[in-house]
């Protein structure tokens, strides 16, 4: 019974490719729509509260309980005010598509993609509907 030799030592650095992994945990996108108010408890800063950008509502975000799953339901669902963008944080959910061969395959929803083509082609839209109710108009006033 022969024993195979690693490919390489753990002291000869070996060369995988492999980026390190990132050792700070990832922060919501929601901070980019709300502002984190604080309290000072000794020489810490303490989150306490956060309040949204574009309705200024203020909302328990305190990190030892509350998250920010409710700040992230506020801007999706009860502001008005909160643009598209705001909306979409987190749907970036994997679906099962069916690809050319019949077999399933993960796709990934892109919500950049989908706001820059939406955003394109809102202005055609508006024209197009612009258009067709120039001609209702007409059409009434002809009558």
């Not at 922060?27 to 309705?55: F, P, Q």
């Not at 979409?88 to 929803?109: D, F, H, W």
């Amino acid at each position: 019974m022969s024993t195979q030799e690693p490919p390489c030592s753990v002291n000869e650095g070996c060369d995988t490719n492999v980026p390190p992994l990132d050792k700070k945990r990832k922060g919501s996108e929601v901070w980019k729509h709300m502002e984190k108010i604080t309290k000072k408890v000794g020489d810490k800063d303490i989150l306490e509260a956060a309040s949204c950008n574009y309705c200024k509502k203020r909302l328990k975000a305190s990190s030892d309980g509350n998250g920010t799953s409710s700040l992230l339901r506020h801007l999706q669902n009860h502001c008005a005010r909160a643009p598209l963008e705001a909306k979409l944080i987190g749907k970036g959910q994997q679906l099962l598509t069916l690809n050319t061969e019949g077999s399933l395959k993960p796709y990934a929803y892109k919500k950049e993609v989908w706001l820059d083509s939406n955003l394109q082609s809102r202005p055609q839209m508006m024209l197009k509907q612009f258009q067709m109710l120039t001609w209702v108009f007409l059409v009434l006033k002809s009558i």
